[in-house]
């Protein structure tokens, strides 16, 4: 998307968030669909960023009906559109992007009471080629570590300068800006691989990658090791409601659940999704939550932005916090059948 946002217009970021050309049609609310997932006390807090024109900034999700409430205090210099976002031991942490020619990246503190955020840091990696970086996905290792994915590129050579292209998993410091690359996945951006999201597996510590491919319509992921900075092969979810589609926002919660926004094809509808041990994620059936809301016409929803915390009390009546919340102010989403840009990852390299 390289229009400001007040032109609404449906060009895309160079950093291709919303996947393929297949999902054209996102007619949805705020509220969502009411999944069969009971409300009961495992159930997290979830947040995620609303970019719209208005409401817009840091909002909690409702994680049975995928119903968005922005927090009440607006965030300071907002970003066009947040491509990630964390919250551990109650400080968040988010990286939004300013669209562009090029594009900005800023890494921001955040409340998760109030929604209030600082005016954020520019995002960088040093060497790196001016205005070639693109982030995507933000995640906190057990150890605390901020970790994001990073595309850029970088010139040498002397008198015959050569350009190389570089896609890492880099860790962020949250306070310069600066993304230090740990391990490189030029092998899988050499496949084709698109890198979505990233998340880390609270019970084990394991990081993982969530990825689509161009030229088909399947969903990936695969397992970080940052003791030998090396990935392990690529896995394909190949359960019931895999069948086409893409990953976006993902995190795990306490109890080792992962959480994430899928952009299913078929229905072309986005849905809040869950997933169990990545034992077993070759064959698992992805449980479908709520409907999620679009970052289409007018760009409601950052569907890179959700990350989980620890699940609110619940008042003698059973009822969850966030949904109460809910039912006094939950955002409606304007209805609208939108065209999907498709931009090819070689373009974007450019």
């Given at each position: 998307?390289?229009?400001?946002?007040?032109?609404?217009?449906?060009?895309r970021?160079?950093?291709?968030?919303?996947?393929?050309a297949?999902?054209?049609?996102?007619?949805?609310?705020?509220?969502?669909?009411?999944?069969?997932?009971?409300?009961?006390a495992?159930?997290?807090?979830?947040?995620?960023?609303?970019?719209?024109t208005?409401?817009?900034?840091?909002?909690?999700?409702s994680?049975?009906?995928?119903?968005?409430?922005?927090l009440?205090?607006?965030?300071?210099?907002?970003?066009?559109?947040?491509v990630?976002?964390?919250?551990?031991?109650?400080?968040?942490?988010?990286?939004?992007?300013?669209?562009?020619?090029p594009?900005?990246?800023?890494?921001?503190?955040?409340?998760?009471?109030?929604?209030?955020?600082?005016?954020?840091?520019?995002?960088?990696?040093?060497?790196?080629?001016?205005?070639?970086?693109?982030?995507?996905?933000?995640?906190?290792?057990?150890d605390?570590?901020?970790?994001?994915?990073?595309?850029y590129?970088?010139?040498?050579?002397?008198?015959?300068?050569?350009?190389?292209?570089?896609s890492?998993?880099?860790?962020?410091?949250?306070?310069?800006?600066?993304?230090l690359?740990?391990?490189?996945?030029?092998?899988?951006y050499?496949?084709?691989?698109?890198v979505?999201s990233?998340?880390?597996?609270?019970?084990?510590?394991?990081?993982?990658v969530f990825?689509?491919?161009?030229?088909?319509?399947?969903?990936?992921?695969?397992e970080?090791?940052?003791d030998?900075?090396?990935?392990?092969?690529?896995?394909?979810?190949?359960?019931a409601?895999?069948?086409?589609?893409?990953?976006?926002g993902?995190?795990?919660?306490a109890?080792?659940?992962?959480?994430?926004?899928?952009?299913?094809?078929d229905?072309?509808?986005?849905?809040?999704?869950?997933?169990?041990?990545?034992?077993?994620?070759?064959?698992?059936?992805?449980?479908?939550?709520?409907?999620a809301?679009s970052?289409y016409?007018?760009?409601?929803?950052s569907?890179?932005?959700?990350?989980?915390?620890?699940?609110?009390?619940?008042?003698?009546?059973?009822?969850?916090?966030?949904?109460?919340?809910?039912?006094?102010g939950?955002?409606?989403?304007i209805?609208?059948?939108?065209t999907?840009?498709?931009?090819?990852r070689?373009?974007?390299?450019?």
């Amino acid at each position: 998307r390289h229009s400001t946002r007040k032109e609404q217009t449906m060009t895309r970021t160079p950093i291709r968030f919303a996947g393929r050309a297949a999902v054209a049609g996102i007619a949805l609310t705020a509220m969502g669909i009411l999944a069969a997932s009971p409300v009961n006390a495992a159930v997290p807090a979830l947040y995620t960023y609303l970019d719209g024109t208005n409401p817009y900034g840091y909002s909690t999700m409702s994680a049975t009906t995928g119903a968005v409430t922005p927090l009440p205090t607006l965030p300071t210099n907002p970003p066009d559109e947040v491509v990630g976002e964390e919250l551990t031991n109650g400080v968040g942490t988010a990286i939004g992007v300013f669209s562009g020619d090029p594009s900005e990246f800023f890494i921001y503190d955040w409340n998760a009471t109030t929604g209030a955020s600082n005016a954020g840091v520019p995002a960088f990696v040093a060497g790196a080629a001016e205005g070639s970086l693109v982030i995507s996905g933000l995640d906190t290792r057990n150890d605390g570590t901020l970790i994001t994915y990073a595309e850029y590129t970088t010139t040498g050579g002397g008198e015959f300068p050569t350009t190389s292209h570089h896609s890492v998993i880099a860790t962020v410091n949250r306070d310069t800006g600066e993304l230090l690359p740990v391990i490189g996945l030029d092998d899988l951006y050499d496949s084709d691989y698109i890198v979505n999201s990233l998340a880390t597996d609270p019970l084990t510590g394991i990081s993982y990658v969530f990825m689509e491919q161009e030229g088909n319509n399947l969903a990936f992921w695969v397992e970080l090791d940052f003791d030998t900075q090396t990935f392990d092969i690529p896995g394909t979810f190949d359960g019931a409601g895999f069948e086409s589609g893409f990953f976006q926002g993902a995190d795990f919660d306490a109890s080792g659940t992962l959480w994430f926004i899928y952009g299913n094809n078929d229905r072309e509808m986005y849905e809040l999704s869950t997933l169990g041990s990545p034992a077993t994620w070759a064959t698992d059936a992805r449980t479908v939550v709520a409907d999620a809301a679009s970052n289409y016409a007018p760009y409601p929803l950052s569907e890179l932005a959700l990350t989980t915390a620890p699940a609110p009390a619940l008042a003698e009546t059973g009822a969850e916090f966030p949904v109460a919340l809910l039912a006094l102010g939950s955002v409606a989403v304007i209805a609208g059948v939108v065209t999907v840009v498709t931009v090819s990852r070689k373009r974007r390299a450019a």
